[in-house]
């Protein structure tokens, strides 16, 4: 039992110095930091109240930390299982256990694993059971003897070697396998082959037309170290829908490349061409083995790393994207007319009061086929008059400009309410009215006018109304639907979780989909709170939480200081003070001699306060400067402020549009190659990145962000593909030709119709589906073919 012990300290503690190297710490911060989150700590919480424990993580730092602690975990249970296995097989050495111990990756675990590694009966295992294996062997040793009459003894009815040419066959199989199982060799080429290769696509022969948006790929090649992840997506999503087949040469000369592959075979098993009676044979096997089996197999692995990485900056980017947009300027408590814009069916109307609660609804017909223009307007100002509307939220779907011309005809008409309008995005928004939630938050309305009541309040707080919402379903990622869903799912989960707790939660007001985003709270401690609070009245306090079901102390812990409570018992309670630190604000108010609203009103007598004056023993100074900046401005909230882009008039469609034409806009989606903006015309228009600055720019979100109201200039409309290229560089005089290669690069938007035929994953209607494919247009068995076609390309090399 104490070996044990002392073997997982010893592992803990590698993981440990790893994690440190990676994120730029000390091992004891990581340790520290590893120790907190099997407690059950949240990253939030760890980097805004654990700085003295952790020597100062921050929340980049720690979601680093706990993602590379799953992935070497994962890493260390393997590496016992496979010692396990081959402990079983009785063929653990010393020098395979320090092999598989020094392993610090899981292809170089499974590289060493894959000779012991049960699998079905192979070619070169019925050769061995067939005693061919000393064929091999014998033929390897000395490259004189003639394969064909040594071969010839190894011929047997009895074992089913009908002839020398099967029993040459089968030894060629076990030298193959041999070979290609070699974690050495392996590891070698794996490396070259990263280097080198080249991901050459061609179009499927009668694909041209059906996959014409990928045209820029038909003939195409590029090097696999060097292609950015949203073209190799591109790619991988038109290899499966059997636009494109792929492959993986090895470099620009490909003959030249296979012919050094088949040569490091050769070489590691010492194997040359001396004109030797075996040497053509033992050549020919290894020529085989690269060709057919190691370059196929390296294919197979690169591929899947390369996708694995170019997913991991897919998902970057959508949570970049999710954090910009959930932080997005709130407009505040106001009431606000929400409008869910549409022709045949109406314009379906809701009003939220300043706290968000719905207080009335209808539908309009200003548009085609009624042209109901002036009832509508009548019916819309009488809704702002009762309810004292000061906002006009218009869904950015089917008929959002023609409905944005209806607000600024309301505007004319009551120029004494001062009304401001603003056009919003709607992605998610029927995935919202269609679920659970939004069932149980209004039962007794209909669907399209719950959207209406989601768009309202987006206007007032994005994020309080975005979390209601399946992060996935919001839209904003990069080839979404081809990434790995869980992957996905658990990244933008915490991106989420991030927002909420960087912002905080007035906890008598917020909803239990909110309330479930905050540190500590799972989604039913988060609904016993608003039941709470329904059943006896807004909490006074923050300790008064510890009265919820549930809700015990190490949860208290983890939420407190992100839930606020206005005009409560405790001033304190309204702020980002812990109330584990509250002592520290008392020992402030002891020597200052001042109450703590006193100290709350008067910040620039708290700036001057050293906090080197308040510390104790739990407490160090970057805690109470934390607590000092907080008592400043009690409560504030990091997002900017309110600004609504101006569409242009006159501007509604593609048509409309006019190269050179300079448009205000909101980006609404961020991507490795560009942003893309909503400009008013039912289709997102594309800074390419090298049009987004005069400078240069590594990553565009290094000058815009989801949310962001910019100017452009129209560079090009393609109506018949609904593309349209912009720039920012707006004092260009001649507009800049199309980015090679941006053809086939598309975003996948929320449902920007509002969800009326939608997918209900928030892609577009004309985004591709996600679904399973191969390398190839489909047949029968996808790997069993191309294994058979490496075998036919092998053999028919001289």
């Not at 061919?132 to 074992?159: I, N, Q």
């Not at 636009?243 to 088949?262: K, N, R, S």
């Not at 983890?558 to 309670?573: H, K, S, W, Y």
């Amino acid at each position: 039992m104490q070996d044990q012990n002392t073997q997982s300290a010893q592992i803990a503690n590698k993981i440990a110095k790893l994690i440190a190297v990676e994120i730029g710490a000390q091992t004891a911060q990581a340790l520290s930091a590893i120790a907190l989150l099997d407690e059950g700590a949240t990253v939030p919480f760890i980097a805004r109240y654990r700085k003295e424990v952790t020597g100062g993580l921050d929340d980049i730092q720690l979601r680093d930390l706990e993602s590379r602690l799953r992935y070497l975990r994962e890493l260390e249970d393997r590496r016992a299982a496979v010692l396990e296995s081959i402990a079983e097989q009785g063929k653990l050495t010393d020098e395979l256990r320090g092999d598989i111990e020094a392993a610090d990756s899981k292809a170089r675990l499974e590289d060493l694993y894959l000779p012991y590694k049960p699998k079905r009966r192979t070619k070169a295992q019925i050769a061995r059971e067939a005693g061919l294996e000393p064929l091999a062997d014998g033929l390897l040793a000395d490259p004189t003897l003639s394969p064909e009459a040594y071969a010839a003894g190894f011929v047997s009815e009895e074992k089913q070697v009908a002839d020398v040419k099967a029993a040459l066959e089968g030894a060629r199989a076990i030298l193959m396998e041999r070979w290609g199982e070699d974690a050495r060799l392996v590891g070698e080429l794996r490396g070259w082959l990263t280097e080198v290769g080249v991901i050459r696509a061609r179009v499927a022969e009668g694909k041209e037309a059906e996959g014409a948006k990928y045209r820029d790929y038909f003939d195409h090649a590029e090097s696999l170290a060097k292609i950015p992840s949203h073209r190799l997506l591109a790619l991988f999503r038109a290899r499966r829908e059997e636009v494109l087949f792929l492959e993986l040469d090895p470099g620009t000369d490909a003959e030249a490349g296979h012919a050094y592959g088949e040569g490091r075979v050769a070489l590691n098993a010492g194997i040359s061409d001396q004109g030797r009676a075996a040497d053509r044979w033992l050549l020919d096997a290894c020529r085989l083995t690269w060709r057919a089996k190691l370059h196929l197999h390296l294919l197979l692995d690169l591929f899947g790393q390369a996708r694995e990485k170019a997913e991991a900056e897919a998902i970057d980017v959508f949570g970049d994207n999710l954090k910009d947009l959930l932080l997005a300027a709130p407009a505040g408590p106001r009431a606000v007319l929400g409008l869910d814009p549409g022709l045949r069916t109406g314009v379906k109307v809701a009003v939220v009061d300043a706290t968000g609660k719905f207080v009335a609804h209808d539908t309009i017909y200003p548009h085609e086929p009624r042209k109901q223009w002036d009832q509508s307007l009548h019916t819309l100002r009488a809704l702002c008059i009762k309810h004292g509307v000061e906002l006009i939220a218009i869904g950015n779907g089917t008929a959002s400009r023609e409905t944005d011309k209806l607000a600024a005809d309301l505007i004319k008409l009551m120029p004494e309410a001062k009304l401001t309008k603003a056009v919003v995005s709607e992605a998610g928004a029927s995935v919202y009215s269609a679920s659970e939630f939004a069932s149980k938050e209004f039962p007794d309305l209909d669907v399209s006018i719950r959207g209406a009541v989601s768009i309202a309040r987006r206007l007032q707080d994005p994020l309080a109304e975005l979390v209601k919402i399946e992060p996935k379903a919001i839209g904003v990622g990069q080839y979404q639907h081809d990434v790995d869903q869980y992957r996905l799912a658990r990244a933008l989960d915490a991106r989420v979780e991030d927002c909420v707790n960087a912002v905080g939660v007035y906890v008598n007001t917020a909803s239990a989909a909110l309330l479930a985003r905050v540190s500590g709270l799972s989604s039913t401690v988060a609904e016993n709170i608003v039941r709470h609070r329904d059943e006896n009245g807004p909490f006074a306090s923050r300790k008064a939480l510890l009265k919820v079901p549930r809700l015990g102390d190490k949860t208290f812990e983890q939420c407190a200081g992100f839930l606020r409570i206005v005009d409560g018992e405790q001033p304190l309670d309204a702020s980002s003070v812990h109330p584990e630190a509250y002592p520290v604000v008392e020992r402030i108010v002891q020597q200052c001699g001042r109450e703590v609203k006193q100290l709350l009103a008067d910040p620039q007598f708290v700036r001057g306060l050293k906090p080197e004056a308040f510390t104790d023993e739990k407490f160090g100074v970057p805690t109470v400067r934390d607590i000092l900046k907080e008592m400043e401005k009690p409560g504030r909230d990091p997002r900017p402020e309110f600004k609504a882009a101006r569409f242009a008039d006159g501007v509604e469609d593609l048509k409309d549009l006019q190269v050179g034409m300079i448009l205000e806009g909101v980006i609404s989606n961020v991507a490795a190659f560009g942003a893309f903006v909503d400009i008013g015309v039912h289709q997102d228009g594309l800074i390419h990145i090298s049009a987004l600055s005069d400078k240069y720019v590594k990553d565009p979100r290094e000058v815009v962000k989801a949310g962001d109201v910019v100017k452009v200039r129209v560079l090009e409309v393609d109506i018949p593909r609904k593309r349209i290229a912009l720039t920012r560089r707006l004092d260009d005089a001649v507009p800049a030709p199309r980015p090679p290669g941006a053809g086939a690069e598309r975003n996948e938007r929320g449902d920007r119709s509002g969800g009326r035929g939608n997918d209900p994953r928030g892609g577009r209607r004309d985004a591709p589906p996600a679904r399973g494919g191969s390398f190839a247009p489909k047949a029968a068995a996808p790997m069993g073919g191309a294994l058979a076609d490496a075998f036919a390309r092998a053999k028919q090399k001289p």
